[in-house]
Nanobody, 125 residues
Framework: QVHLVESGGGLVQAGGSLRLSCAAS????????MGWFRQAPGKGREFVAT????????HYADSVKGRFTVSRDNAKNTVYLQMNSLKPEDTAVYYC??????????????????WGQGTQVTVSS
C-alpha cells in the first residue's frame, strides 16, 4: 500500500523559513511526478509546486514563486519543499502528492494518484 508521509510543518513567524519533507513508500518513486498542494481554512485545495520524476523540471504557483523551492532525492524516496520569506497567507495544511505521469509537470489535483495526510504550517504576523 502506497504511503506518503509529510513532516516539517509547524509555527513560524512571518519572514521565517520551514522545510517540508514527504517520504514515499511502496511506490516506484523515481518514476513519479510529485506535487505540493495546500488548503487554508474555508478554502479549496491550491496548487503550490510540482517536480518531474527526474527532478530536472519544476513549476510553481505565482503566489510562491521566488520564495519556495521544490526538490527531490530519488535515492531516499523523498520530496522536499523549502519555504522562505513566509507570509501569514501561507498558513495552510500542506499535502504532497504523487502522479504516475512522471515526465510531466502537473498543477491540477485531479492528475495525482496518491496523497499524504498533510502537515500544518502556521505563519504568525
Amino acid at each position: 500500500q502506497v504511503h506518503l508521509v509529510e513532516s516539517g510543518g509547524g509555527l513560524v513567524q512571518a519572514g521565517g523559513s520551514l522545510r517540508l519533507s514527504c517520504a514515499a513508500s511502496a511506490l516506484n518513486f523515481r518514476f513519479y511526478t510529485m506535487g505540493w498542494f495546500r488548503q487554508a481554512p474555508g478554502k479549496g485545495r491550491e496548487f503550490v509546486a510540482t517536480i518531474t520524476s527526474s527532478g530536472d523540471n519544476t513549476h510553481y504557483a505565482d503566489s510562491v514563486k521566488g520564495r519556495f523551492t521544490v526538490s527531490r532525492d530519488n535515492a531516499k524516496n523523498t520530496v522536499y519543499l523549502q519555504m522562505n520569506s513566509l507570509k501569514p497567507e501561507d498558513t495552510a495544511v500542506y499535502y504532497c502528492s504523487a502522479s504516475d505521469y512522471g515526465s510531466t509537470l502537473l498543477s491540477r489535483s485531479s492528475s495525482y494518484n496518491y496523497w499524504g495526510q498533510g502537515t500544518q504550517v502556521t505563519v504568525s504576523s
